[in-house]
């Protein structure tokens, strides 16, 4: 109970960082990717978007994600101590990948981000499947692809999805039957230029490999928090 009153009490905290307003930072970060984003060849943009946006069909659409069977822990707390244990793999696992890539140029840089968007996502689908929920069904799915969003969006974005998972078990029964109704481009567009900034060094001679390593640890460890959270909201929040 002790470990329960303390996961609530960072799951209320984190609560309260995803409803606050766009801060003065938020905004200018918003601003300077705006000008990055025009330096960056049409061509890249074009590359990086087409490989999300296949990726995220792929989520809604197929099974090629396979989730673990749910194990049984003895307690909430060894619940999350196998979530955090899975959650450091794929840091680790990452931040290779990000450094190989890194130290390859532009071509392997480029390569990096369909390889850790894999990455992110089969992560999602483990720790869900660790909290007991049911990633073949495609409301779970979407549930995901909103953890995905709210760890990969500016905070005016953030906001929207946070209200959106709020109370998820009824929220969900008035979800469209149709898939297609998930408004995947704009996760798409966020995510792309949520990232730019942060892995557009990655492209850089010299320092690419070193900014791969970091970033990519960064990114999936942030993932990892949010997954968390949001999954406590459905767990501990009722």
Do not use: C
């Amino acid at each position: 109970m002790l470990y329960e009153a303390q996961a609530r009490a960072e799951m209320e905290t984190w609560q309260l960082k995803m409803q606050k307003a766009p801060s003065f930072t938020d905004r200018l970060s918003k601003n300077v990717q705006a000008r990055i984003n025009r330096l960056i060849p049409q061509k890249v943009h074009n590359a990086i978007t087409v490989t999300i946006k296949q990726m995220v069909r792929g989520v809604l659409y197929g099974s090629a994600y396979t989730a673990p069977r749910t194990p049984v822990f003895p307690s909430f707390f060894g619940l999350e101590e196998a979530v955090r244990r899975r959650i450091d793999f794929y840091k680790k696992t990452a931040a290779a990948e990000g450094g190989v890539t890194g130290a390859g140029g532009l071509l392997l840089g480029l390569a990096d981000f369909p390889i850790l968007l894999g990455m992110k996502l089969k992560l999602l689908f483990d720790i869900a499947a660790f909290y007991g929920f049911d990633v073949n069904d495609y409301k779970e799915r979407v549930y995901i692809l909103n953890i995905f969003q709210l760890a990969f969006s500016s905070q005016q974005h953030r906001r929207k999805v946070f209200e959106q998972i709020r109370d998820w078990d009824r929220k969900s029964k008035e979800l469209p039957e149709d898939i297609n109704a998930f408004d995947w481009q704009t996760f798409q567009i966020e995510y792309r230029d949520h990232i730019d900034l942060a892995k557009m060094g990655q492209l850089l001679p010299v320092v690419g490999a070193a900014v791969g390593l970091v970033v990519n640890y960064r990114l999936v460890d942030r993932l990892g928090v949010t997954a968390m959270n949001a999954y406590r909201m459905r767990i501990l929040g009722k």
